[in-house]
């Protein structure tokens, strides 16, 4: 079943922050975070995994919460270089952990003018 | 290093018409999964190939089908073309054992008419 993200657009200032958020029904295995600019692929920010193992680049942070199936994207100071479509994936759990398939929610449009 | 590779860059054909799609994925990635990605809409998983075998599937016809090499390469091939598979198909190449960090492809621009 397909994560729900919201805000579905945010507009922010240079320099402002920004909170994106995933919802599942589902019991997640891991949050997989991409950001995608117009007409590029989807770019690789974050992966959250059940346990609290996580991986990502340095200026992006996130939170698992494992109870309530949600996961945040935290945006601080943005900069006009995070303009894009914000994209959560979700695996579910399977029998030996993941289940391999990434299922994607419909993005959030993020825009940061100067 | 090398990334993930696709080609065509872009393609039209026409309805009822059969296409193949490829991927190299990037260098020591041995997982290549597809996804269709339509306009505005997040990447839809078509399904994933390791060791040559389809491991997993999404909701999908039987008309999507895939093949993966003994390089790690992998194609994608849809036959009887519908107008509704109109889409951007990407190609991400991931390694088992690690965590399941997705590089993408640029993707594939395919138009049915």
């Known amino acids: 079943q397909q994560p729900v993200q919201s805000p579905q657009a945010v507009i922010l200032r240079e320099g402002e922050d920004a909170v994106i958020n995933c919802s599942s029904s589902k019991a997640l295995y891991s949050v997989h975070w991409y950001r995608q600019k117009h007409g590029e692929a989807p770019v690789f920010l974050m992966i959250?995994?059940?346990?609290?193992e996580q991986k990502g680049h340095e200026k992006i942070s996130a939170s698992f919460n494992e109870k309530k199936q949600q996961s945040s994207l935290y945006l601080t100071a943005s900069q006009l270089s995070y303009s894009g479509t914000y994209f959560c994936g979700t695996e579910i759990r399977g029998s030996g952990g993941s289940n391999y398939k990434l299922t994607f929610g419909k993005g959030t449009l993020l825009t940061v003018n100067p | 290093d090398a990334g993930v590779t696709q080609s065509p860059t872009h393609l039209i054909k026409t309805r009822g018409q059969q296409v193949t799609l490829r991927c190299s994925p990037k260098s020591g990635h041995d997982t290549v999964s597809w996804y269709q990605q339509a306009l505005g809409q997040g990447p839809q998983f078509i399904f994933q190939y390791y060791e040559e075998e389809e491991r997993q599937r999404g909701n999908f016809p039987d008309r999507f089908s895939g093949h993966q090499f003994p390089n790690y390469s992998s194609e994608l091939n849809v036959n009887a073309l519908l107008l509704g598979d109109s889409a951007l198909y990407l190609c991400?190449?991931?390694?088992?054992?690690?965590?399941?960090?997705?590089?993408f492809g640029p993707g594939t621009r395919l138009t049915v008419t």
């Open positions: 991400a190449s991931s390694l088992v054992g690690a965590l399941y960090e997705q590089y």
């Open positions: 959250l995994l059940k346990g609290g």
